[in-house]
């Protein structure tokens, strides 16, 4: 059941017929993470103490004091302050207390270690890392199990390198022998073909400045800067899993 149910996201991405569906999937990811502690959760002690001692990533602790959820985000804030200085407290001391050089030195390698081990496990990074292996296992999965599926996605417009890597990456645990070789052969000439599509799309569109082809049509290459860049790096990736 369980399989199942996570079918049903991966087909709708596809039938989008997005540059990268994994893209579009990892961004409801988030969205769906930053509600979660934008909402009725802050005030749940399990995950005010998750918050406390993991916190978030750059990136996510702007999206959520952005957000316009104040209260939550200054709850959070608050406590997660508190453990940081209750954390560094030690450190800190011992930077306040340096005598000289090597003391000042020590104090601040000190301090940088606890940094270090402090601004680890985004929380929001982590849900979506495990969105991601989900969505990954079960791309290959259907590519296995269902012809219809595969010959859906043979005809899609691939996806971004970032997620093509991973995908192949997975594939190779969540396939038998046989499958993975024509799951990677089958895969690639996709990524292939709209990698080439792209890079056509780019071309004419520097080619579409000059003068001389001001008059012609864009040949639906407006954006192709955009999905270019989309198709090199992707939309939405986890930023920071481990920070």
């Known amino acids: 059941m369980k399989i199942e149910l996570e ?3 991966v087909w709708d991405g596809l039938n989008s017929k997005s540059e990268c569906f994994i893209c579009d999937l990892m961004g409801e990811a988030q969205k769906h993470a930053v509600s979660f502690y934008l909402g009725n959760s802050v005030m749940n002690p399990e995950t005010r103490v998750k918050v406390n001692e993991h916190g ?3 990136k996510h602790w702007q999206m959520l004091s952005t957000a316009n959820k104040a209260q939550g985000v200054a709850l959070m804030s608050d406590t997660y302050l508190a453990t940081t200085r209750s954390k560094a407290e030690g450190a800190i001391n011992a ?3 340096a005598k000289n050089p090597r003391q000042a030195k020590k104090a601040v390698l000190s301090f940088s270690e606890v940094m270090e081990k402090r601004e680890q496990g985004c929380l929001i990074c982590t849900a979506m890392e495990e969105r991601l292996k989900r969505y990954l296992y079960t ?3 259907l590519w296995g ?3 219809t599926f595969r010959e859906a996605l043979a005809s899609g417009k691939g996806f971004c390198l970032h997620h093509f890597h991973l ?5 190779s645990v969540a396939l038998s022998s046989a ?3 024509a799951f990677v052969r089958s895969v690639t000439q996709t990524e292939v073909e709209n990698l080439d599509r792209i890079a056509k799309d780019v071309s004419w569109m520097t080619q579409k400045y000059k003068s001389e082809n001001m008059d012609k049509s ?3 290459c407006e954006d192709a800067h955009k999905r270019g860049v989309d198709k090199m790096t992707g939309r939405h990736r986890v930023t920071d899993p481990v920070r």
């Not at 995908?167 to 594939?171: G, I, K, N, Y």
């Open 167 to 171: 995908l192949l990456e997975t594939a």
């Open 218 to 220: 864009w040949n639906g």
């Open 7 to 9: 079918t049903i996201p």
């Open 56 to 58: 978030f990533c750059t």
């Open 95 to 97: 930077l306040l207390g």
């Open 145 to 147: 199990e269902d012809p």
């Open 179 to 181: 499958d993975y070789v």
């Open 139 to 141: 791309t290959c999965y």
